[in-house]
């Protein structure tokens, strides 16, 4: 099936937040009736739309924890993890999520947003260009396949345009195929029209497998070979779970991505990475 990839969904506000905790994040959970939170130095602020009010909570309950996932302690004492994607938005899941009926419902959602996939044989909300993935390898084990396309399926496109983008629980990363940690291995991006940037989630994320993200090895530094302007550049992948929003040097149609340098994995040498779409970062 081909894939029409959701370019214009992801446009990102978090690129370098992640990395300085003094900086004030903001952000929205929801849509129709959202909640904004305010994240500074000493404090987290959140408005929620509903009811028109404010209340706070203690910065330290917003954190990167040991899974590389960050985490968000609400005014009721749970625990959540946070996944931000497009227009500044937010998704949280709960760290318990069996039985949940939240999970449930999304499931089910899910499975018949792609049977309309399926059916119209595209994402139709979004139409921009096509994209075409390819690697210098891919891993299959028994059943499965971590091939290149997997790379632009990490998210559903959402049901109308006032939704954000929806995780995809069946979703599977594109790991190099390899032996060692996959140094040199290569995606190659192919587009119909221009993109100035690459929104990246790295590693193996499943939200309900964590352990996975840090057992498996995750991209540090990519050796960018643009073919259309005849460039060779690195980038850096932060080692968390978020979506990295990265500015090329000049916008292309299309590029090989070569891997230089890895966080190792605690258990496996495979390297995976989620997600990687292009985008307009003009």
């Not at 496109?157 to 599977?172: N, Q």
């Not at 221009?194 to 499943?206: E, H, I, K, R, W």
């Not at 932060?238 to 991505?257: E, G, R, S």
Request: glycine fraction near 4%; charge should be negative.
């Amino acid at each position: 099936m081909k894939k029409f990839l959701m370019v214009m969904a992801f446009l990102f506000s978090f690129t370098s937040l992640f990395a300085q905790e003094e900086e004030t994040i903001v952000f929205t959970e929801g849509v129709h009736v959202p909640r904004r939170y305010t994240i500074t130095p000493d404090k987290i602020t959140i408005y929620d739309e509903e009811t028109e009010t404010t209340s706070e909570l203690d910065r330290s309950r917003f954190f990167i924890g040991e899974d590389k996932f960050y985490h968000l302690i609400d005014k009721n004492d749970i625990e959540q993890i946070a996944l931000f994607g497009n227009d500044s938005f937010v998704n949280f899941y709960p760290l318990e999520v069996d039985g949940d009926p939240e999970k449930v419902r999304i499931s089910e959602w899910q499975t018949e947003f792609r049977k309309t996939v399926q059916e119209y044989n595209m994402y139709p909300a979004f139409r921009d260009y096509e994209t075409k993935y390819s690697a210098s390898s891919e891993l299959k084990e028994k059943n499965t396949k971590y091939v290149a396309e997997n790379l632009g399926t990490f998210f559903l496109p959402p049901a109308d345009k006032g939704s954000t983008s929806s995780w995809d629980t069946e979703h599977k990363p594109w790991v190099e195929g390899a032996k060692g940690y996959g140094i040199n291995q290569f995606i190659k991006v192919k587009t119909n029209s221009q993109f100035s940037g690459l929104a990246v989630v790295n590693g193996y994320v499943d939200f309900y497998r964590r352990d996975l993200y840090k057992k498996n090895s995750r991209v540090k530094t990519f050796r960018v070979k643009d073919l259309d302007n005849k460039l060779e550049y690195d980038i850096n992948l932060d080692d968390a779970v978020y979506v990295q929003c990265i500015k090329l040097k000049k916008p292309t149609k299309n590029i090989i991505l070569y891997i230089k340098e890895v966080y190792k994995g605690d258990k496996w040498d495979d390297t995976c990475v989620s997600c990687l779409v292009p985008t307009r970062l003009d």
